[in-house]
Nanobody
Framework: VQLVESGGGLVPPGGSLRLSCTGS????????MGWFRQAPGKEREGVSC????????SYADSVKGRFTISTDNSKNALYLQMNSLKPGDTAMYYC??????????????????WGQGTQVTVSS
């Protein structure tokens, strides 16, 4: 399964971006889905996830209240709306199907291959 991320870019602090993730062989209504990010020199970390029913979501503490995860099952698409962006959000963002959508993002595990990601840069 190959997922493709898009929607990244360069925005000033306080700005917004909406990331998208699609995969022709992956049904979002049958899979738990998640967003991860990796900043230069840091480990990849879980950002947010949504369960296959679209009813349960989880967020890393660093993004709670600013990011919103959602799916559009008619398009097999996963989204991440990012508001009030901070320089600390600068990273490559990746999507993946995940084994489960845990409360603690440290326990989120991808079960699909990583795509190329989409770069988010927050800078003035």
């Amino acid at each position: 399964v190959q997922l493709v991320e898009s929607g990244g870019g360069l925005v000033p602090p306080g700005g917004s971006l909406r990331l998208s993730c699609t995969g022709s062989e992956l049904r979002t209504d049958l899979n738990n889905m998640g967003w991860f990010r990796q900043a230069p020199g840091k480990e990849r970390e879980g950002v947010s996830c949504i369960d296959w029913r679209g009813r349960s979501t989880s967020y890393a503490d660093s993004v709670k209240g600013r990011f919103t995860i959602s799916t559009d099952n008619s398009k097999n698409a996963l989204y991440l709306q990012m508001n009030s962006l901070k320089p600390g959000d600068t990273a490559m963002y990746y999507c993946a199907a995940v084994a489960e959508c845990p409360t603690d993002m440290a326990h989120m595990r991808a079960r699909t291959n990583w795509g190329q990601g989409t770069q988010v840069t927050v800078s003035s």
